[in-house]
């Protein structure tokens, strides 16, 4: 089993040789789904550093990015160990970043895993008003619509764009879930949202139950 808190030093270091080298050795160790969620959520727990290091003006915009990239690189090779092999989707979910916020570290990792765990995801972007995701709902009709936000104005853009999309009379029976940063319980309740995670293996796992 890899070394865990080594992984998420190093992801929070940002030392591509040594993950990437760690992964490729856990790899070799013909690992299960459980274990290779576990280096993600290591991973995950890394961009925390990340982001701890860019409050304090230790990392910068660019380092933000070089870390997204990093941990999309990291979940592709893990990919296979992810989830469902099969060729069948479970469904499309939509996926975005809602208007205020430009984050997209949290929203690409879930769009990896839960396309590793047999969906289908539309990612339609960043900084979104709530008319894109009417948009995206009305000519993708998904079974999930997933807002990813960072920052605590997200959660105002989260709830105008679930009111859009009621309003817009579309989405029925259609499920939505939160995650990022700025989400909690209570978040959840104010936007109207089904299911809130801060962990993108958690929030794909609750998408699958879902379908």
Sequence with gaps: MADLAKMKQAAGDLDEELVMEMINEFIATNPNQEQANEVVSACQQGMEIVGSRFEAGEYFVGDLIFAGELLTACIDVLKPLLGDTGTESKGVIVLGT????????????????????????????????????????????????GFSGVLTLAIDSMKRSVDAIKAAGLGEGVKYIIGGNAVNEDARIFIGADAWSRNAAEAVKICGEWV
């Design 98 to 145: 809602p208007e205020g916020d430009i984050h997209d570290i949290g929203k690409n990792i879930f769009k990896s895993m839960a396309e590793a765990g047999g969906f289908e995801v539309v990612d339609i972007g960043i900084d979104l008003p709530p008319e894109a995701f009417v948009d995206a709902v009305r000519k993708h009709n998904p079974l999930i619509v």
